[in-house]
């Protein structure tokens, strides 16, 4: 048992950090660039690309947003298994009329993002993003399908679910 307390018990003088070849990491620390950031990072990237593609239309001060509309999930896509794809695109298609939206999307990501990426790792953050954007694309469909009757085409576009979730993932970690 003595044994057992000489390497259980880890002194003060014994931490890497006290010792004299101990230097921090300046900025990011070693290793690969976590999840989070490449998210971030890939959603900035789509939002430039909608920002570059975005054209004049027809008539003068309408804009077209085809790209963003392209990747954006629709009601009409639960009938059409084909479009599928666009329950995960749409978490990385924000509002290319302002920069609001990706804005605080993004930085709550960063955040909150983070800490939880530290509990779970690089390939679960990105499951969990993943599936939560998928599964908030399909609870706003079948919302849509179901229990909204509108008249114009609406179409849903954002990581605001997936970013939700984790900032839940975050609350419930650190309660206090």
């Known amino acids: 048992q003595g044994q057992n307390w000489q390497v259980c018990a880890m002194g003060f003088h014994d931490r890497d950090y006290n010792q004299d070849s101990f230097e921090p990491s300046r900025g990011f620390p070693a290793g690969p660039r976590m999840m989070v950031t490449n998210l971030v990072i890939l959603n900035a990237a789509v939002f430039l690309l909608e920002l570059l593609l975005t054209r004049e239309g027809l008539l003068p001060g309408k804009k077209v947003f085809w790209f963003r509309d392209m990747l954006a999930v629709e009601p009409e896509v639960l009938k059409q298994p084909w479009l599928w794809w666009k329950f995960v695109t749409h978490g990385f298609a924000h509002d290319p ?20 990426e530290t509990i779970y790792g690089r390939r679960e953050i990105l499951r969990i993003y993943v599936a939560t954007v998928i599964l908030g694309g399909l609870a706003w469909c079948l919302r849509e399908h179901f229990f909204v009757q509108s008249d114009g085409r609406t179409i849903l576009i954002g990581a605001s679910g997936a970013v939700t979730a984790i900032v839940l993932l975050f609350v419930f970690h650190y309660p206090k």
């Open 97 to 116: 009329r302002g920069l609001g939206h990706v804005f605080w999307n993004m930085f709550g990501l960063w955040i909150f993002g983070r800490d939880v």
